[in-house]
């Protein structure tokens, strides 16, 4: 077992911008690390060279403090398991599962013992003799896993292992492939671009954008204190309201200035901020679950117009605008648009105009030039 | 649905004259075929058929006279059906070096080696030239005054002279040599198309999994590429036993003596220069039986892994 290390690490294919760019991120051995990132992001690449499937261009990159920059897949001691699986066809289950034992040249009876091991954590035992082929998703996805556990390696790689499968095997594997790599406590480095498995699988999240870090912290600090205007916007569901605005620090209070309407701050924001002087333009980000449609009628209140509400069972999304644009869909009208979230069971309509609040402690505030956080300290 | 009648009884479904799903597709699948069955028949069944019949016969063309079971024995008395038959089973150990060589290229060629497109279209350009050119080719290559001993001079051999199609020992390893290298255009793309479809992931995967260049090959390229040789190796037994007509015909004509008379040439020669159509139509089906055999192994091969 040991703790990876990415050092500058890029990649650069042909002359094209770079896939992943100058990556410095630590993975403490037994962690398991999330990367996170819409699509294109660099999220494989950076995989694929840690695995040794694809060469790095510069920077150093150690698995257990040993430089492994030129370090042949097969000396790396890693295990991968693919989006596809890559389950080898013409094998069963227990053959795929012992392959790497097997080129290591263990005795048949060690090797039939750790399958079975493997099988018994991963509920396959009665499918050890089938081929692939004959497997539904779930448990072809439980063989790649299996493939993976039996060689007892330095780190798992997992590239989006359960993009594969429908929406409620995915939430029983989410927590069945934690709670194995909790079991096994090796390092783990897991690729997804689904934020619900970001928040619940990871120990810490890294959040890559065009290949660049964005912020690497536990899934509730990446929630509660995105770093810039890009992880705000990119976890929860639906994500962060990001409203461009005016600040006004003023003598006593700081008053933000929103369209034609203004809600005011205590001054020890200032304290835990550090907000650009008056008049600047910054982006006011706030939660959709920390917005409160009051009655209310008292100070720091928006009067906002109701779009849409969209019912989801448990709870209601309700789209919320001001000033004049109606329901159009370019981007002004959305940065003057924003959703809240609530109770099910809303009693009001499209049209309808509401106050909302929204308690200070909850707001965040982004640079509007390079959407870097202004609360004190940066992250 | 659960439909209960009166005395608890199931009721029955009343199915009529219609037949069942899979009855029917049976049906229509005959129908289908019909018109293809038709034409083996009357194009390939009859034909046997009549070979059959005229291989118990004496037949010049015109006339034939029906002489019985003697004329099998007869035949099998006749040595030259032997050498025939010795001379297509030793041109069978052609067959490895005419899946190996291909399966080496195809696999050069995979890795992109440098020039990897080029070399595909020289490999593959005998595919596109009549078997009668190359064999016109390889005559001029073998010949005494040909390439082959001009390449072995050039390189300072000055004393050694071969004339591989001279000799009886020697004129069906040339043949067998010029066989190989017709076949590899074909072989080479069919595992070409073979490799293409390997899943390049299950190749990292195994990298991963600890496995070497040859340990990829022997445990995820070679099984995956076996049906695709099984079919090569069907291809080329047939190539074999009734392609190699149009070589011999231009490179040695099935000579020396018999050295280079394989059963298709013997069939030609009987019928033809003889004029003993009735054992040439006897001779054929011994060929036709021998290919069938390999066909139906093969066959039974690739069925039982399923
Ligand atoms: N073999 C390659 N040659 C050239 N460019 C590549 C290659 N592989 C990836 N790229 C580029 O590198 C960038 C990162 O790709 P990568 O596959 O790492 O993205 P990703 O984050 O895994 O995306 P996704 O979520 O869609 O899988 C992309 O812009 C992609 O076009
Ligand atoms: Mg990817």
Known sequence: ??????????????????????????????????????????????????????????????????????????????????????????????????????????????????????????????????????????????????????????????????????????????????????????????????????????????????????????????????????????????????????????RSRVEVVVADQSIELPLGYADTHSLPEAGADVVLGVRPEDVLIADATGANVLKVRVERVEALGSEALVHLAWGEGGASSSRDARSRSFIAKVGPRVTFAPGDVVSVQVSPEHIHFFDAGTGISLRAGGR | MSVVTINGTTPIHRRGRRLSLRRRRQVAGFLFALPAIALVVGFIGVPIGQAVYYSFTEWNGLTSTWIGASAWTQAFHNSNLWTALQNNALLLLAVPFALGLPLLIAMLLHQRVVGWRIFRSIYFLPTAISWVVLGLVAERFFAYHGTLNSLIHAVGLTH???????????????????????????????????????????????????????????????????????????????ALFSALFSLIFVMTGGGPGYATTTMEFLIYQTGFDQGAFGTAALYGLILFVLTAIVGVVQLRLIGSEE
């Not at chain 1, 499968?165 to 709670?179: C, N, P, Q």
């Not at chain 2, 043949?175 to 899943?199: E, H």
């Open chain 1, 1 to 250: 077992m040991a703790d990876i290390d990415f050092d500058g690490v890029t990649k650069v294919y042909g002359d094209g911008p770079p896939a992943v760019d100058r990556l410095s991120l630590h993975i403490d051995d037994g962690e398991f690390m999330v990367l996170v990132g819409p699509s294109g992001c660099g999220k494989t690449t950076a995989l694929r060279m840690l695995a040794g499937l694809e060469e790095i261009s510069s920077g150093t990159l150690r698995i257990g403090g040993a430089v492994v920059n030129n370090t042949l897949p097969k000396d790396r001691d890693v295990a991968m398991v693919f989006q596809n699986y890559a389950l080898y066809p013409h094998m069963s289950v227990a053959q795929n599962m012992g392959f790497a034992l097997k080129i290591r040249g263990e005795s048949k009876r060690e090797i039939a013992r750790k399958v079975e091991d493997a099988a018994r954590i991963l509920r396959l035992t009665e499918y050890l003799e089938r081929r692939p082929k004959a497997l539904s998703g779930g448990q072809r996805q439980r063989v790649a896993m299996g493939r993976a556990i039996v060689r007892s390696p330095q780190a798992f790689l997992m590239d989006e292992p359960l993009s594969n499968l429908d929406a409620k095997l995915r939430v029983e594997m989410r927590s069945e492939i934690a709670r194995i790599q909790r079991l096994l406590s090796v390092a783990t480095v897991y690729v997804t671009h689904d934020q619900v498995e970001a928040m619940t699988m990871g120990d810490r999240v890294a959040v890559l954008r065009d290949g660049q870090l964005q912020q690497v912290a536990t899934p509730q600090d990446i929630y509660d204190r995105p770093a810039n205007e890009f992880v705000a916007g990119f976890m929860g569901s639906p994500p962060m309201n990001l409203v461009p605005c005016q600040l006004r620090p003023g």
């Open chain 2, 160 to 238: 050694v002279s071969t004339n591989m199609l001279g000799y009886e020992s020697t004129a069906l390893s040339a043949l067998g040599i010029t066989f190989v290298f017709t076949m590899i255009g074909t072989n080479t793309m069919l595992f070409l198309t073979g490799l293409a479809t390997l899943d390049p992931s299950l190749e990292e995967a195994a990298r991963i999994d600890g496995a070497g260049r040859w340990r990829i090959f022997r445990s995820i390229t070679l099984p995956h590429l076996s049906r695709f040789i099984q079919l090569a190796f069907v291809m080329t037994v047939i």
